[in-house]
Structure formats: C-alpha cells, structure tokens
C-alpha cells in the first residue's frame, strides 16, 4: 500500500465542503495539519479520518463548556479538560472474579510461560529476488537432509562447510531461542517443529534453513490466580474504551454535524 505523505501538501486547505459541528466551522487547515498523523491510500481517506478527529474533539470540547469544565479563555487541546469530562461522564466498570474466570477459561492460551527452545541451523543464503539462486539452495537444502538422515552426527560439519551464517562457527548453534527473537516466517514455523531434525528447509527471506531443534520446553499453564489482576485490568481497560466509544457516538447522535460522515463507534475512539 502507497501513503499519501501529508507532510509534503500545500499548506492550502484542499476543496473539501467545510466541516461544521453545532456552528462551529473546523478549520481546514487544522485538519489539513491532522492528516500528518492519518496516512492513507488517498487524500480523501486521510481527510475523513484528520476530519473525524477533530470532530471528536470538538463534541468534547463543547460539551465541556456545556458542564461548566472549561470557559471559552481556556485551550480546546487541554487533555485535562477531556479527562476530567470523561471521569465525570463515563462510568469505569469493574469486572467480577466471575468474569475474569470466564475469560482466562475461553482463552487459557494467552496464559503460558513462553515456549523455550534450543535450535541450531545451516542457512543457505539466497537473495529474495533471485528465484534461480533459491531453487538452486532449495535443491542444496535437499541434499544435504538425505546426508543428514543418513548421517545425522555430520550436522555440525556441514553446518561449518555449507552455512552462511555466523553460527556456523559454532557447528549452527543458535543458542536459546523465545518467540520474538527471530523473523516471524522462521519463527511460525521453527515453533511448531519437534526435537530432532526437521524433515523440510524452512524458507525465510534469507534463504533456506536446515534446522535441528536440540531441546524443546513447552509452555507451562499459569494458575488462574496468578493472571487475575491482569486480565481484570484488560476487562476493565476494554469496557471503558466501548464506554467513552459510546458516549461519543450519543454526543454526535445529539449534534448537528455538516461536511463529514461519522463512521462506526469503534472509530469514533478518542485517542
């Protein structure tokens, strides 16, 4: 996808109909220097979403002033007026034992220690581009698995021959590895695979990778009790954020709103 760089436009306000909320016109060229912050696949799509942006905060800040939070002599940018409204206006809710049960057991997933593995490997280095050269590793990665499946203590040997990374020095070994430490198609697949000698290359940008997993320590279940306060806390962070979605939704349902289509509640969120 190709960004529009909004830093590179005309400090001349693009011929958009003007965007008014309640009466009050958003400057253009507000919204112009907004777009900065929303790179798009179009001039209008970044527009709509500068725009949107700002109409948040000006429903914010008007209603505000409604409440007696700010006075006209103070900044529409005061992130501690906004705050101050939304303590008042949007109820935080606090999430049971019940519900966090509910869902630590839908996802126990989320809740293990990392998967540890030690893994060692020969890279047959080839250029992304150069699809000869890989069909050409492809084809080396190949033969040497039937070398190793015949010979499986050569690993270290053809690692220092054939390998185009530095661990070759140390007969392939990587050391310890956690998810996160490697590029993500090396480690979708390296993860998965069982101790031993993986019976296929992994392709990565880099090459091909003959890889061995030396150990291999699983995720260990972590007990409810341990994850609570954590998956309270995301409950709560989660409902407020459709809370302040909904309020917003309910100011701009309540407001004359000229020159822009409000989109979704979830893309209404104030930042």
């Not at 001349?12 to 009050?24: H, K, L, R």
């Not at 053809?158 to 530095?166: G, T, V």
């Not at 993500?184 to 990565?204: A, C, K, W, Y």
Request: aromatic share 6%; with cysteine.
């Amino acid at each position: 996808m190709q960004l529009i760089d909004t830093t590179t436009l005309s400090s001349e306000a693009p011929d958009f109909p003007d965007v008014i909320v309640n009466g009050t016109v958003i400057d253009p060229h507000a919204i112009l220097q907004e777009m900065q912050y929303y790179p798009a696949e179009s001039m209008e799509l970044s527009r709509q979403q500068a725009a949107q942006s700002l109409v948040v905060r000006e429903l914010l800040w008007q209603r505000a002033l409604q409440l007696g939070l700010a006075t006209e002599k103070d900044s529409a940018d005061d992130q501690d007026i906004v705050t101050r409204l939304l303590e008042q206006e949007v109820t935080l809710s606090s999430a049971d034992e019940e519900s966090c049960l509910c869902y630590y057991t839908a996802n126990k997933e989320k809740f293990k220690t990392p998967v540890l593995i030690a893994a060692s490997h020969i890279l047959l280095g080839a250029d992304p581009q150069d699809l000869e050269q890989r069909d050409e590793k492809r084809a080396l990665a190949d033969k040497i698995l039937q070398q190793l499946a015949l010979q499986p203590e050569s690993f270290t040997v053809l690692a220092e021959q054939y390998s185009d990374c530095p661990s070759k020095e140390v007969g392939g070994q990587m050391g310890q590895l956690d998810k996160g430490q490697t590029v993500p198609e090396f480690e979708r697949q390296v993860f998965s695979l069982d101790v031993g000698l993986s019976s296929r290359p992994i392709e990565t940008r880099y090459g091909y990778h003959i890889v061995r997993i030396d150990q291999k320590v699983e995720g260990e279940q972590l007990p409810f009790e341990t994850v609570e306060q954590k998956i309270r806390q995301y409950l709560q962070e989660s409902s407020y954020r459709r809370s302040v979605n909904q309020y917003i939704q309910l100011l701009a349902g309540d407001a004359d709103i000229a020159g822009i289509e409000i989109q979704g509640a979830d893309s209404m969120l104030v930042q």
